[in-house]
Nanobody
Framework: QLQLVESGGGLVQPGGSLRLSCAAP????????IGWFRQAPGKEREGVSC??????????AYAHSVKGRFTISRDNAKNTVYLQINSLKPEDTAVYYC??????????????????WGQGTQVTVSS
């Protein structure tokens, strides 16, 4: 059974940066669509970004709130999907999750369904 593992979270000052990682030990993620989500205290879980790949190219999309600050990428050699998060604001504070969809397609910056979830990694932006 595929298990996703997130890492890279931590405490950072406003304006700082982190690189979050999503991996699935023992599995290849090449044909999965991968989404990043976050859930702030007292708020619902929201989609942040999505990446999918095909023979014709790579699809990437971002939520409006993070566009221009966050970057999603995939390293097939390391079988890992990253989320680089820059220019961080206190409102970015949340638990960040990755999800995988076997269908291999994003719907905008969302996944149409999530077959597998990770446990999340905490990002705290505070002075």
């Amino acid at each position: 059974q595929l298990q996703l593992v997130e890492s890279g979270g931590g405490l950072v000052q406003p304006g700082g940066s982190l690189r979050l990682s999503c991996a699935a030990p023992g599995f290849t993620l090449d044909h999965y669509a991968i989404g990043w989500f976050r859930q702030a205290p007292g708020k619902e879980r929201e989609g942040v970004s999505c990446i999918s790949s095909s023979e014709t190219g790579t699809y990437i999309a971002y939520a409006h709130s993070v566009k221009g600050r966050f970057t999603i990428s995939r390293d097939n050699a390391k079988n890992t999907v990253y989320l680089q998060i820059n220019s961080l604001k206190p409102e970015d504070t949340a638990v960040y999750y990755c999800g995988a969809d076997e269908s291999g397609y994003c719907s905008g910056y969302e996944l149409p369904e999530v077959d597998y979830w990770g446990q999340g990694t905490q990002v705290t932006v505070s002075s």
